[in-house]
């Protein structure tokens, strides 16, 4: 499996939140970013013969390029790469309001089947708090036009462990969210990252953290309201309706083959990685990014270990986890996690515990 993904660096507006490659009033450049890209996957053409299995679009906000654009894209990969796109999982991003229903109906005729809608919370304080440029009555309408224009495969991105959120906020977000019914739903434990305005005004003494009593128990909460609606909790902060899995996301996740283009764009191909600079205007200079055969080799000699543990940690995301013989090597750490009530081991495969999954990170830790 080899997963396509394509960074789309463009906003409105940054978020107060957003630590991601992304900038605001860079549209000018939209033309020219979107010819790099072009050239980029050119460039990999000649260094790579894979089957791509999925294409995702993310940022930033996608939606804020022209169907033009995408269909450039899409057409190189048809024309080029074994891309079957008529049996193939093929995702955008999407910012409520920044699309029409014309816009999301040339996105579906072109072949794109997901949409990932960024609601973050349908609180209208929090969506203020959080830096969002749209309402909650924007986050319906949306929905509606992407339902009304062919997308049968939607997902909805939702933030807990907000400044000043209460367990009945967070219970009311996931409310909403089960009665539009789509066929995906991504749980965010709200993360302050160095360099947002979340974390300057939290520095500041203007921005307080969650609890985190709290946010473990809002944590629990969407694991249990989401189940019991009938979705599967199959990776730490996803639930899917049966057979609608993220398979791109999977492909991170099984540590397989991926491809990333674009600005910030990270790749793991056969062993080998290697990341795009974040500037945009440095990546659509010519010859300026590709730094296609300057990465880590993590499969090297010296590289084994690094290998092994990442397999792990990506795969312990997982709610099934992974067969225990995958663990040879890390029987020390296996069973201090599992002493430390972090990992279980259930019908052959070790896991995480529920509390696992909320500690993730300390667990991952140990095989980084």
Request: hydrophobic share 40%.
């Given at each position: 499996?080899?997963?396509?993904y ?26 020219k ?37 995408f ?160 979705y ?18 999977l ?55 690094t ?18 013989e ?7 750490e ?7 009530g ?5 019908n052959?495969?070790?896991?995480l ?16």
């Open positions: 499996m080899t997963a396509l394509v960074h789309v660096p463009f906003c409105v507006k940054k978020c107060n939140y957003c630590d991601f490659v992304s900038y605001a009033g860079k549209e000018e450049l939209i033309d970013y979107v010819e790099a890209l072009g050239n980029e996957l050119q460039s990999l053409l000649t260094a790579y013969h894979l089957q791509l299995t999925t294409l995702f679009f993310g940022g930033g906000t996608p939606t804020l390029l022209e169907p033009k654009h269909d450039k894209i899409i057409n190189t990969l048809i024309g080029h790469w074994k891309f079957d796109i008529g049996h193939s999982e093929l995702s955008i991003e999407a910012n409520p309001g920044t699309a029409d229903q014309k816009k999301l109906r040339a996105l579906r005729q072109l072949g794109i089947n997901r949409l990932s809608i960024g609601a973050q919370s349908f609180n209208e304080r929090h969506l203020k708090t959080l830096g969002r440029i749209h309402d909650a009555k924007t986050i319906f309408q949306f929905y509606d036009d992407a339902q009304a224009t062919g997308f049968a495969n939607i997902n909805l991105d939702l933030i807990f462990a907000l400044p000043g959120q209460t367990l009945a906020d967070w219970l009311a977000d996931l409310q909403t969210a089960i009665k539009l019914q789509p066929e995906h739903i991504s749980t965010y434990n709200l993360q302050i990252e160095d360099g947002t305005a979340f974390s300057l005004w939290e520095k500041g003494g203007a921005l307080r953290s969650a609890d985190e009593g709290i946010a473990l128990s809002m944590y629990e909460y969407a694991i249990e309201t989401l189940t019991a609606a009938g599967k909790h199959y990776e730490i902060s996803n639930f899917a309706k049966p057979g609608r899995e993220c398979q791109h996301n492909t991170y996740w099984w540590n397989e083959n991926y491809l990333g283009i674009g600005a910030g764009a990270h790749s793991h191909v056969n062993g080998n990685r290697w990341a795009n600079p974040n500037c945009v205007e440095k990546y659509i200079t010519p010859s300026s990014f590709l730094p296609l055969f300057k990465g880590e080799n993590v499969e090297s000699a010296a590289g084994k270990e290998s092994g543990g990442e397999t792990l940690w990506l795969g312990l995301r997982l709610l099934d986890g992974l067969p225990a995958k663990f040879y090597g890390f029987e020390k296996v069973a201090e996690l599992t002493k430390n972090l990992l279980e081991t259930f052959g495969n070790i896991k515990t529920r509390r696992g999954l909320y500690l993730g990170n300390e667990v991952f830790e140990r095989f980084v």
